[in-house]
């Protein structure tokens, strides 16, 4: 159940050429989709009023009864009458989308993100984008860098539209109430001049769907299935599947590397952990890889710091890093890109019980630093540090990475921004960037050493907690005493990774921007 994206070239699909306008409405298609802008007072801008004299004036209508509205966002479906098929008009719906006045990338989104709205959920199977339609001539002009862009965004924001976890995962409820069937196919219609491009931007939107779907599933299974033996596998199945080399290290494996905090996070536990280690070898043998390092803790009770039972269920999503590490390395696989990149994944369960770490305890990383655990709940920097370390033998051009890491970004940075630190400038822009371009966005947020004084312990080299004031800050400042040897970004992603409330749910970030990052990166 996904969907599936393709193009189809026309000569022309330029409305003010009666040739183009023929062979547009000939086409057999449950919803076409125009943008417009300009439908203005009682008449329609001139793109529509070729379309209008088709539906027979339908589309005037609607603008007088004043059910085309020209606001951004604004969406209006009409359905096929016999007239239509009369004036070759054969599309069985009309999806009509304003663009509002020539806008930025955010306005552009908001279109895009209205028409993915008014195409999923409906009856419609599939539907056919007049591209054209959506790029008017624009003031500033349209490079193709930004023709690129958008085309992506639009597969991307349609496929964040059309998830149902309920379809994917159908055994889950044994009375669905949620439609399964839903908006299968989105062929993109192009002219010549913009086919090469949008292919390749098509495509890597279809690999970028792929893999927030796949990061989306992992996060909304529940607990009792998605525990690290089942990340591990995941990742084993997307080797038979793909190119990408996987290797699971198990828990006899982790204590000779010496990964003591990991250890002590997993001890608690009844399900073993996993050291997950997935390699996507696209370029040359000696090109230094991005390394992607994912926490994956498949439920967080706090362990003998335990939790507050409210919305407990949502520590489910503590291995949302991991997901989109997955995410990645499988959209990375589909695009076949050339370059190296490899995703890794600590994962376990942080649980209470006679054999979990105590608020107290004392272990070595393997780094050889010790730590003492202050609070069991800090246990996400536990097992990244240690898998910070094991890193260092890839000699990493970068490494990155992705925690649901601290309630405390949260409140810092609410859902809109995920939060970076990073001890490198090029590589912080570079993700800046990267998730302006995918409105995945992030914001840096600061790692000076003077916040490195709140670690300090009165008995090991550092503490696991800083107290609360700026406790995002000192969680990303406890990991950078790992990552010294590389360049390094932490994206604490608590508060974007998923949504709470009616609509609860994996949002699949930031698969966008860490794809972004990487198809970048020349
Ligand atoms: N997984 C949590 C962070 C979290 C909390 C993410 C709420 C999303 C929503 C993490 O392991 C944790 O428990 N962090 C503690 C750290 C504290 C004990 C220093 C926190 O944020 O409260
Ligand atoms: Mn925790
Ligand atoms: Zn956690």
Redesign the pocket.
């Known amino acids: 159940m996904t969907i599936q994206f393709s193009t189809k070239t026309l000569a022309e699909t330029d409305f003010k050429s009666p040739k183009a306008l023929g062979a547009v409405a000939a086409l057999q298609t449950d919803c076409l989709v125009i943008a417009y802008r300009g439908a203005v007072g009682g008449g329609v801008g001139e793109n529509l009023m070729k379309l209008d004299r088709l539906t027979g004036g339908a589309i005037a209508r609607a603008t007088e009864l004043g059910d085309l509205e020209n606001k951004l966002g604004a969406t209006l479906i009409l359905r096929s009458e016999p007239v239509w098929l009369a004036n070759g008009l054969r599309a069985r719906r009309l999806l009509l989308v304003a663009l509002g006045e020539d806008g930025d990338l955010t306005a552009f989104a908001k279109a895009a993100r209205a028409c993915a709205k008014a195409l999923s959920g409906s009856g419609i199977k599939n539907a056919t984008l007049v591209l054209q339609s959506f790029f008017p001539s624009s003031k500033t002009g349209l490079t193709a860098s930004m023709l690129h862009e958008r085309v992506r965004l639009i597969s991307q924001l349609v496929g964040e539209q059309v998830y149902r976890f309920g379809a994917r995962q159908p055994e889950m409820k044994t009375k669905p109430k949620e439609k399964a069937d839903n908006l299968a196919e989105l062929t993109f219609l192009v002219n010549t001049k913009q086919a090469t491009l949008v292919k390749v931007a098509v495509r890597e939107g279809d690999a970028l769907v792929n893999g927030m779907n796949l990061a989306k599933d992992l996060g909304n299974l529940p607990p009792n299935v998605c525990n690290p033996s089942y990340l591990a596998n995941s990742a084993k199945q997307l080797s038979k599947s793909t190119k990408l080399k996987v290797q699971v290290l198990e828990e006899k494996q982790i204590e000779s590397l010496g990964m003591g905090a990991f250890l002590a996070v997993t001890k608690g536990s009844e399900t073993p952990p996993k050291f997950i280690v997935i390699r996507h070898d696209g370029g040359k043998a000696n090109d230094e890889p991005i390394v992607l390092v994912g926490k994956g803790i498949t439920f967080?009770t706090?362990g003998i710091s335990l939790k507050p039972g409210e919305a407990m269920d949502e520590m489910k999503y503590d291995m949302c890093g991991a997901a989109s590490v997955m995410g990645t390395m499988y959209s990375v696989a589909l695009l076949n890109l050339k370059r190296n990149v490899i995703g890794v994944i600590p994962t376990c369960e942080?649980m209470p019980s006679g054999k979990a770490s105590r608020p107290g305890d004392i272990v070595k990383s393997m780094s050889g630093q010790t730590i003492e655990i202050l609070n069991t709940?800090?246990?996400?920097r536990l097992i990244l540090c240690d898998a910070l370390t094991y890193v260092e033998r890839f000699k990493p051009k970068a490494v990155i990475d992705i925690a649901t890491l601290t309630g405390a970004c949260v409140i810092a940075l609410g859902s809109v921004h995920s939060g970076l630190f990073s001890n490198n400038e090029s590589l912080s822009n570079a993700l800046i960037t990267a998730g302006q371009a995918s409105l995945d966005t992030v914001w840096r947020l600061p790692l000076d050493a003077a916040y490195q004084e709140q670690l300090k312990s009165n008995f090991a080299d550092m503490a696991n907690i800083g107290g609360r004031p700026a406790g995002s800050v000192t969680a990303a400042c406890f990991l950078a005493r790992f990552t010294e040897k590389y360049n390094w970004a932490h994206l604490d992603i608590a508060g974007t990774a998923w949504k709470g409330g009616a609509a609860k749910g994996s949002t699949g970030r930031p698969v966008p921007l860490l794809l972004n990052y990487l198809l970048a990166l020349h």
């Open positions: 967080d706090g942080n709940d800090a246990e996400g």
